[in-house]
């Protein structure tokens, strides 16, 4: 009975330690899975879109519905705020919008709405300096070649809109429409410069130049796989991650092994035979008594 109940109590504490090291390591692995993307892509300030509901009536109550129709870039996750206004999809134009069915409006009464989403419209400055870098990189191993006079002009060219692209879009005084639409037209324009480097690309293949790693390294037009920093990153956590596990089975095989030993003793404690006694006119010590 001993021996059962110190298996049980055993079983019930390495069950609670396996529970809390699985919940510990889950939210360690789900918050650090996060961090590369929060690190490498800074959120900015919100946008706020409105509309004014407006009673010009000076007698009569005025009943109307409110509606403001979102950015086609915009999806559901990247409303942060709706207020009264609920978020629905419009099948015909296929983006989102957010309203208010039947808005009662007193006599001459003004009420806003708006709806606050994540600011999308905007070039992050690491793609902007990535592009410039390997321009500068595709004119370097061109500057002795043959096709120099054709790649500079190229260069200059994408030097140029890449420095539009910043100046517009940190252009504080842009109302939010003239923002948006810049951003649309910043998205044409690097398309329009991954193009540019694609030829520059093509160029160096007729001088007989072969890419070398750094610039598979710097290549600009991969612009979708995650950057060396964000890679390591999750590789350590990776190893983080496979480093706490293992120590979980060191510890859960080094724990085993003390309760078999604990109960070994237990077992030897409790079955052990008494020590033999001497009767009175019995040997001792090998002779008899006379």
């Not at 200059?156 to 005084?173: A, G, K, T």
């Not at 044409?188 to 991954?194: N, V």
Request: charged residues 25%.
């Amino acid at each position: 009975m001993t021996r059962s109940f110190m298996q049980s109590i055993n079983k019930r504490m390495l069950r609670a330690r396996h529970l809390r090291f699985w919940t510990c390591a889950a939210m360690f692995f789900l918050s650090a899975v996060r961090l590369p993307a929060a690190i490498a892509a800074p959120e900015r300030d919100p946008v706020t879109l409105s509309v004014v509901a407006i009673n010009p009536s000076e007698k009569e109550t005025k009943v109307t519905n409110v509606r403001i129709e979102l950015p086609v870039e915009i999806t559901p996750k990247d409303v942060l705020e709706t207020g009264e206004l609920e978020l629905e999809y419009d099948d015909d134009k296929k983006t989102y919008f957010v309203h208010k069915e039947a808005v009662a409006l007193a006599p001459k009464e003004t009420r806003v709405y708006e709806v606050k989403v994540r600011d999308l419209w905007f070039v992050e400055e690491p793609q902007l300096t990535s592009l410039r870098d390997y321009t500068k990189l595709l004119l370097s191993k061109l500057e002795k070649s043959d096709y120099f006079k054709t790649a500079k002009p190229m260069a200059d060219s994408i030097y140029q809109r890449l420095d539009d692209i910043h100046s517009v879009q940190n252009d504080e005084s842009l109302s939010r429409k003239s923002r948006i639409g810049a951003y649309r037209y910043h998205v044409q324009t690097l398309a329009q410069i991954k193009d540019d480097l694609a030829r520059m690309e093509k160029l160096l293949s007729f001088t007989g130049g072969v890419p070398v790693p750094e610039m598979m390294q710097e290549s600009a037009l991969k612009s979708d796989a995650p950057s060396t920093t964000t890679t390591w990153m999750v590789i350590f956590l990776i190893l983080v991650f496979v480093g706490m596990l293992a120590g979980l089975f060191f510890f859960t095989w080094h724990r085993k092994g003390q309760v078999t030993q604990d109960l070994a003793m237990i077992r030897k404690t409790a079955f052990s035979a008494p020590e033999s006694t001497v009767l009175p006119g019995k040997e001792t010590n090998g002779s008899s008594t006379r």
